[in-house]
T-cell receptor, first 111, second 114 residues
Framework: DAKTTQPPSMDCAEGRAANLPCNHS???????VYWYRQIHSQGPQYIIH???NNETNEMASLIITEDRKSSTLILPHATLRDTAVYYC????????????FGGGTRLMVKP | DAMVIQNPRYQVTQFGKPVTLSCSQT?????MYWYQQKSSQAPKLLFH???????NEADTPDNFQSRRPNTSFCFLDIRSPGLGDAAMYLC?????????????FGPGTRLLVL
C-alpha cells in the first residue's frame, strides 16, 4: 500500500471548518483514500472514503485532487467531540487488505 | 446497537500467564482482524481471518494466536504475555456486501501485564 503524509497536529476553533490535509503522492490507480479517526481510548471510527471524485456524507467531505496525489478531509462545523487523531490511509479495495495506519493528525478543537 | 463487541474492555494478567481476548460481531462480515495498538502509536495489524482462512502478518510474534470458531466470534490468545505486550487490542470486521470494503472497529480491550 502507498504511504501517506499528514501534519502531526492541528488546532481548530469550535464551530469552524477543520481542513485536514493528506499527501499520498505514490497512490496507485486501484487504491482508495480512506479516512478514520480515533477518539481517545476508543477504537478507530470510519469516516469516509473515495477513489477520485469528491465525496460527502453526514460526517465529513473528502476532496481529492485531480492527480490523486493529495486529499483534504473537511469537517464543516467542528465540535469539541471531534477532537481525535485522524488517519488518512490509502488501500487497494480487496477484502482482507489491512489498513496501514500512519502517524495521523491529532486535531484539537478548542472552545 | 453495537456491531463489534469486545470483552472484556480491560484485562489484567500476570507475566507469562495465558490470556484470551474475545470479539464478536453482529454484521455477519466474513473478515475479522486483530490489531495491536501500543501507547501513543498507530494500530498495527497482527492477523486476520478471511472466512476460515487464517492470515498471519510476517512480523507477528508466535506468542500470539487466534481462533475463529464461527462467523460471529474471533479470539486472540496470548500464550505467555510479556511486559511488552501491554497494549490496546482492537478487533475489526470487514468484507461485507458494500463495495469497497470498510472496516468497522470494536472499542478495544486494554491489556495490562503485571
Amino acid at each position: 500500500d502507498a504511504k501517506t503524509t499528514q501534519p502531526p497536529s492541528m488546532d481548530c476553533a469550535e464551530g469552524r471548518a477543520a481542513n485536514l490535509p493528506c499527501n499520498h503522492s505514490t497512490i496507485s490507480g486501484n487504491e482508495y483514500v480512506y479516512w478514520y479517526r480515533q477518539i481517545h481510548s476508543q477504537g478507530p471510527q470510519y469516516i469516509i472514503h473515495g477513489l477520485k471524485n469528491n465525496e460527502t456524507n453526514e460526517m465529513a467531505s473528502l476532496i481529492i485532487t485531480e492527480d490523486r496525489k493529495s486529499s483534504t478531509l473537511i469537517l464543516p462545523h467542528a465540535t469539541l467531540r471531534d477532537t481525535a487523531v485522524y488517519y488518512c490511509i490509502v488501500r487497494a479495495n480487496n477484502a482482507g487488505n489491512m489498513l496501514t495506519f500512519g502517524g495521523g493528525t491529532r486535531l484539537m478543537v478548542k472552545p | 446497537d453495537a456491531m463489534v463487541i469486545q470483552n472484556p474492555r480491560y484485562q489484567v494478567t500476570q507475566f507469562g500467564k495465558p490470556v484470551t481476548l474475545s470479539c464478536s460481531q453482529t454484521l455477519n462480515h466474513n473478515v475479522m482482524y486483530w490489531y495491536q495498538q501500543k501507547s501513543s502509536q498507530a494500530p498495527k495489524l497482527l492477523f486476520h481471518y478471511y472466512d476460515k482462512d487464517f492470515n498471519n502478518e510476517a512480523d507477528t510474534p508466535d506468542n500470539f494466536q487466534s481462533r475463529r470458531p464461527n462467523t460471529s466470534f474471533c479470539f486472540l490468545d496470548i500464550r505467555s504475555p510479556g511486559l511488552g505486550d501491554a497494549a490496546m487490542y482492537l478487533c475489526a470486521v470487514g468484507g461485507g456486501a458494500y463495495f469497497p470494503e470498510t472496516q468497522y472497529f470494536g472499542p478495544g480491550t486494554r491489556l495490562l501485564v503485571l
